[in-house]
């Protein structure tokens, strides 16, 4: 199976999805589309009593899902129930939810577009600029964000091209860059923000962001020219790649008398950032 994983936003929360390029069809998470039908504190609890129930009732349509690793809110994969549209609409017969309607016409909305965005791949670009200004990001950070999503595919492509493999290498290696330039690995730099389920570099500055891109720039280049054949000589590509742009923040930082690596978000920066440079500490 062919795998693009991408999290789409039903009034504003997170539903994480995988499109299967073989098949043609998304799978959705079930725990995140029971949370946003019943709204529930626990909507793995209720999906497994639900599960259960529907198994003891005969309605195999419903609980014969598929299983995929998806990315869970520490950062990790782990294997969760998905289904396909089909399941997902018989689902929802099964759970009460003022939300029903709307959702089935979500579901249609999301599988119109992955078609039309199979014909036009601008389409994809233009959706994820939609979803971004929902969620209250500026212009400047969209163009930056989009952007960086560009690098780190061309970075992962050169893992890719000399034996990296996806998974547990792709956050070594990850975690190394963080490192080098930051000082932070991923979990610790998530910590420091505050973050739980929240997408690490969705929260990054304008500055911090531009920093990672540089990172990550700096060891796709170092990759390409070194032409590793293990995972050390890859680490020694990333850790040279971040101390790039750990360079560059020290310079900045003696320059304008501040730390680059701040506990605000993306979006509190944006909007609290004019004219002070004492920014203030996340809230959790």
């Known amino acids: 199976m062919s795998q693009q994983e991408a999290v789409k936003l039903f009034e504003q929360t997170k539903i994480r999805t995988v499109w299967d390029e073989d098949q043609e069809k998304w799978f959705f998470s079930i725990v995140d ?13 209720y999906w497994k009593v639900l599960k259960n129930r529907l198994a003891k009732e005969g309605n195999e349509s419903v609980t014969n899902c ?24 018989r689902l929802i017969q099964s759970v009460p ?6 959702f089935k016409l979500w579901l249609a909305r ?3 577009e992955r078609l039309n965005q ?6 994809s670009i233009q959706q994820a600029l939609r979803d971004y200004k929902r969620l209250g990001y500026s212009d400047n950070w969209i163009n930056q964000r989009l952007k960086s999503i560009e690098i780190r595919k061309d970075l992962t492509d050169q893992w890719d091209k000399h034996g990296v493999q996806e998974g547990q290498e792709y956050a070594t290696l990850t975690d190394i860059i963080y490192q080098a330039w930051s000082g932070k690995t991923a979990r610790e730099y998530k910590k420091f923000k505050g973050l739980k ?9 304008n500055e911090e962001l531009v920093l990672n891109m540089l990172a990550e720039l700096s060891a796709t280049s170092i990759t390409k020219a070194r032409d590793p054949k293990t995972l050390d000589e890859n680490k020694q590509c990333a850790a040279e790649g971040g101390n790039v742009a750990r360079v560059a923040r ?14 605000l978000s993306a979006k509190r920066f944006f909007e609290g950032q004019e004219p002070k440079l004492d920014l203030p500490e996340e809230e959790n």
Not at 118 to 123: G, H, T, V
Not at 250 to 263: D, M, P, W
């Open 110 to 112: 999301v599988g119109q």
């Open 197 to 205: 389920k929240e997408n690490l570099r969705d929260n990054m500055t």
């Open 118 to 123: 199979l014909q036009d791949p601008e389409l």
């Open 33 to 45: 589309v029971i949370a946003v039908l019943t709204e529930s504190a626990n909507p793995r609890t």
């Open 250 to 263: 020290q310079e900045l930082e003696s320059k304008t008398g501040r730390e680059v690596v701040s506990q």
């Open 97 to 102: 939810s003022k939300k029903a309607e709307p």
């Open 66 to 89: 598929n299983q995929l690793k998806l990315q869970a809110a520490d950062g990790k994969k782990y294997l969760t129930d998905v289904a396909d549209t089909e399941q997902i609409l």
